[in-house]
């Protein structure tokens, strides 16, 4: 079921994940670091069912770094615990994921972010007609419980059959059996379409993903992008990021992706493992704009700079490491002789 929202006729959106806690205001000073205009945190743990909570001051702090840093659209990523297709073969699971995924809501409407993204779980083998009520229900709870209108992002899923939410007709059943709610939204992650069949290191495995969304859901209720390369091949049912051009989609996918005209405008946000092994860099943003064709510098190249920058840092810390330890050896030894070394 189709909604008409506005298109928005800013500067590219691009941005990343970023990590978030209390001494880099949530995720903003990483942001301004890395010099994005859109983000994605973590608003509580993501493997813990309690939400995190957040004191007055915490709050005024993070919306005044927000607003003096320009970010634009900022959304939270769900727990990963969450499993809405668990109603009859989890009850528990099932109950502690509605609270959860309520309690999301909460932080984004107390933080004024743009939306929770999340994963709908397992369908047990039953197919999504088994589960469709419990996933349905889950959501009109949640809603209710969190008594805000902040959206929920349904993201596509690597994985088997097994999961919901592979397909993007899953999402069309969803939406309808909710009436058209249009707090309800999408986000594309092409890793995931790509684990789960979508081959979109060539043309036609993109047009084929683009035209499933277009006549289920529509584009105009996608509201972000995950820009992620894929470490396993096109079908292998495994959620594992690379870095861009580092994967089985490669920088011509991805460029595609990026540039394809139903797609171009939307949020884009990195979730790649990071050429250092901690998660969306300057490496990979660089990398992003070039494809995106805002940065004149061929993608190999940003690659390339961004691993000798990791293996400086790299030599520097070994340096530093190295001469702290010599310096601890003379310390001791100096002392068993009775001197102080300063």
């Known amino acids: 079921m189709r909604i008409d ?3 928005s006729s800013q500067k590219p959106l691009l941005g990343a994940h970023v990590s978030a806690t209390q001494d880099n205001h949530y995720g903003i000073d990483r942001a301004r670091t890395l010099g994005i205009n859109c983000a994605q945190i973590f608003g509580t743990n993501k493997i813990q069912w ?5 004191t007055t001051d915490q709050v005024a702090a993070f919306r005044s770094a927000r607003t003096a840093a320009g970010i634009g659209p900022i959304f939270s990523h769900g727990i990963y ?12 699971v099932y ?3 509605v609270h959860a995924l309520a309690a999301g809501l909460k932080i984004c409407a ?9 994963h709908l779980g397992s369908n047990y083998g039953l197919g999504l007609g088994g589960v469709l009520d419990s996933v349905v229900s889950g959501l009109a709870r949640a809603r209710d419980l969190s008594e805000c209108d902040v959206p929920l992002l349904l993201e596509n899923s690597a994985g088997s059959e097994r999961v919901i939410g592979g397909r993007f007709t899953d999402f069309d059943a969803i939406i309808n059996e909710l009436h058209g709610d249009s707090r309800l939204r999408v986000c594309v992650d092409t890793a995931h379409a790509f684990a789960f069949g979508y081959d979109l290191a060539r043309p036609g495995g993109l047009e084929q993903m683009t035209a499933e969304i277009e006549a289920n859901i529509g584009f105009d209720r996608v509201a972000a992008l995950h820009l992620n390369d894929s470490e396993v091949e ?6 594992r990021h690379a870095n861009l051009g580092e994967g089985h ?10 540039n394809h005209p139903q797609i171009r405008g939307l949020p884009v946000l990195l979730e790649t493992p990071g050429f250092d092994g901690n998660g969306p860099d300057q490496g990979n943003v660089e990398i992003m704009r070039s494809l995106a064709g805002h940065l004149d510098v061929e993608p190999s190249v940003l690659a390339r700079r961004a691993k000798r920058r990791v293996a400086y840092r790299a030599r520097q810390l070994a340096l530093r490491r190295t001469n702290r330890t010599r310096a601890d050896s003379k310390r001791a030894i100096n002392s068993r002789k009775g001197k102080t070394v300063t």
Do not use: H, Q, T, W
Request: aromatic share 6%.
């Open 81 to 92: 615990l969450i499993n809405l297709g668990a109603r009859d073969e989890n009850p528990d």
């Open 50 to 54: 309690k939400p995190r909570d957040y």
């Open 234 to 239: 096109c079908g292998r049912g495994l959620d």
């Open 5 to 7: 929202l506005p298109i």
């Open 95 to 97: 109950e502690k994921s």
């Open 110 to 118: 107390l933080l004024g972010l743009d939306g929770v993204i999340f």
């Open 249 to 258: 989609i490669g920088y011509d996918g991805l460029a595609g992706v990026l």
